[in-house]
Nanobody, 124 residues
């Protein structure tokens, strides 16, 4: 049974930082490209960042470039999202997702496995 478990969310003031983690089990982690998505109330789930399975490529949505960094540790079956200079508009539930491909996709429909999400709230 595949499981993705996120952690690290919470309440932070604008300008602060959080580090999200997502640990996978039940799959061969190194074969999966990983993504982080977010969903704010009343909005669709949106792509935030992705990292290829070989860790040599990353991709970010424009609004987080220079502020967020995605990384992975295949030995620990874990992907991270370092979030710096947080803004109130970053407030959302953040999900990690996995797809067995070399390609990073921004389309949430192309990801097979999902975590349960972790809430990030940024106060002004």
């Amino acid at each position: 049974q595949v499981q993705l478990v996120e952690s690290g969310g919470g309440l932070v003031q604008a300008g602060g930082s959080l580090r999200l983690s997502c640990t996978a089990s039940g799959l061969t982690f190194r074969r999966y490209t990983m993504g982080w998505f977010c969903q704010a109330p009343g909005k669709e789930r949106e792509f935030v960042a992705g990292i290829s399975r070989s860790d040599d490529r990353t991709y970010y949505t424009d609004s987080v470039k220079g502020r967020f960094a995605i990384s992975r540790d295949n030995a620990k079956n874990t992907v991270y999202l370092q979030m710096n200079s947080l803004k109130p508009e970053d407030t959302a539930v953040y999900y990690c997702a996995a797809r067995v491909s070399v390609v990073i996709s921004t389309d949430n429909h192309e990801y097979t496995y999902w975590g349960q999400g972790t809430q990030v709230t940024v106060s002004s």
